[in-house]
C-alpha cells in the first residue's frame, strides 16, 4: 500500500510538472488572427522610445518588445471581446503611447513605486493631446498591475485588454503558466519575432541598482504597483 501511494504521488507530481512545462515545448499553433506587431506597426511607440533613449540606455529594445508584446496581446484580447479591427487598429497609436511609457519612470525618475510617476511623466508630454486621450492613457498605466478588472475609463475594454497582456508577458517572462486565456501558440510566436532578452532579469535587477543600500527595501516599494 505504501508503494501505491509513493507511486500515485509520483505520478501526480510529473503531472503537474509536465502541465507547467507543456506550453513552454510544446505550445501548439496560434490563432490564425493572432498578428505579431512590430516597431514598424507602432511608430509612436518607438518615437517615444527614441525620447527617452538618454534613461533607457541599454535596455531600451528590451523593453520596446516587452510594449509590443504587450500590445499584440492586448489587440488579441480584444479581438475576443468582439472589437472589429478597424477599432482596434484605430485605437493602436494610443495604446502604443501608454505603453511606451507604462513602466518608463523606473527608468527616467529612478521610481521603483512607478505607476504614478509614470502616468505624470506621460501627462506632462502628451499636454498637446485631448485631455480625454491623457485620462486615459493614464488609466492604462495606473491600472496595469490591476488583478482585477478596472472600471470607470472612457474605454475600458482597451485598458483591461492592455492590463491582461502585461499579465500575460509578465507572468511568462517568470515562467509560471498563468496566461489569461491567452494560447501558449500565440505567447510563442510572440517571443520568437520579439525576443525577451532577458527582460525580467533587468527588472529584478533595478531594486538594488536604484536602492542600492537596501534592495531589499526596494522590492517592498516594487510591491505597491501591484493593485486589488
Not at 508630454?125 to 495606473?142: A, K, T
Not at 490591476?146 to 492592455?162: E, H, M, Q, R
Amino acid at each position: 500500500m505504501a508503494n501505491l501511494f509513493r507511486a500515485m504521488a509520483a505520478a501526480t507530481v510529473v503531472g503537474v510538472v509536465a502541465y507547467f512545462l507543456q506550453p513552454h515545448f510544446f505550445p501548439g499553433a496560434p490563432s490564425p488572427d493572432f498578428k505579431t506587431l512590430q516597431p514598424a506597426d507602432a511608430p509612436d511607440l518607438v518615437d517615444t522610445l527614441d525620447r527617452y533613449t538618454w534613461a533607457l540606455r541599454d535596455d531600451k529594445v528590451a523593453y520596446r518588445n516587452h510594449c509590443l508584446r504587450v500590445l499584440s496581446f492586448a489587440e488579441h484580447f480584444m479581438r475576443e471581446a468582439g472589437q472589429s479591427e478597424a477599432s482596434i487598429e484605430r485605437r493602436r497609436p494610443l495604446a502604443a503611447v501608454a505603453l511606451a511609457y507604462h513602466d518608463i519612470a523606473l527608468w527616467s525618475d529612478n521610481k521603483l513605486n512607478y505607476l504614478t510617476p509614470s502616468a505624470a511623466r506621460a501627462a506632462r508630454d502628451l499636454s498637446e493631446f485631448q485631455p480625454g486621450d491623457v485620462q486615459l492613457v493614464r488609466d492604462i498605466i495606473e491600472a496595469h498591475h490591476k488583478w482585477t478588472p478596472f472600471v470607470g475609463s472612457s474605454d475600458d475594454v482597451l485598458v483591461n485588454a492592455i492590463r491582461l497582456g502585461d499579465w500575460v508577458d509578465f507572468t511568462q517572462n517568470l515562467g509560471l503558466p498563468l496566461r489569461s486565456g491567452m494560447p501558449a501558440g500565440n505567447i510563442a510566436k510572440a517571443n520568437a519575432a520579439l525576443p525577451k532578452l532577458n527582460f525580467i532579469g533587468i527588472l529584478a535587477g533595478l531594486p538594488a541598482k536604484i536602492m542600492p543600500s537596501s534592495p531589499l527595501k526596494g522590492n517592498l516599494e516594487v510591491m505597491k504597483i501591484f493593485k486589488w
